[in-house]
């Protein structure tokens, strides 16, 4: 069983950065594909943000070049580097660990298997 837990949500003003922390438990980050989903009210669930084992990263079209995923081994920990935020970032933000390897194209949310309990983000215009 993996154990994620997210942190660093929060309430912020149009324009403004957050960083989210995800710790993973009872597994090697390296040999897992590792992806940020969101979820904003009475709307699907998302993928925003993706990295693989070997460092490749996907973004969702309406993140690239505000948000940025990376990990950290050593740490056992994912991170989503956002700036620039706009009210329509607002939502849940999940991470999620998968033992597959990815699609390079894509971000496809049946690949993962173990989630985190999610972080509010509000972002205020």
């Known amino acids: 069983q993996v154990h994620l837990a997210e942190s660093g949500g929060g309430s912020v003003q149009s324009g403004g950065s957050l960083k989210l922390s995800c710790v993973v438990s009872e597994f090697n980050p390296s040999s897992y594909c590792m992806a940020w989903f969101r979820q904003a009210p009475d709307k699907e669930r998302v993928g925003v943000a993706q990295?693989?084992?070997?460092?490749?990263?996907i973004y969702a079209d309406s993140v690239k070049g505000r948000f940025t995923i990376s990990q950290d081994n050593d740490k056992n920990t994912l991170y989503l580097q956002m700036n620039s935020l706009k009210p329509e970032d607002t939502a849940i933000y999940y991470c999620a660990a998968s033992p597959f390897h990815p699609n390079p194209l894509s971000i496809e949310e049946w690949r993962f298997r173990d989630w985190g309990q999610g972080t509010q983000v509000t972002v205020f215009s």
């Open positions: 990295i693989d084992s070997d460092g490749s990263t």
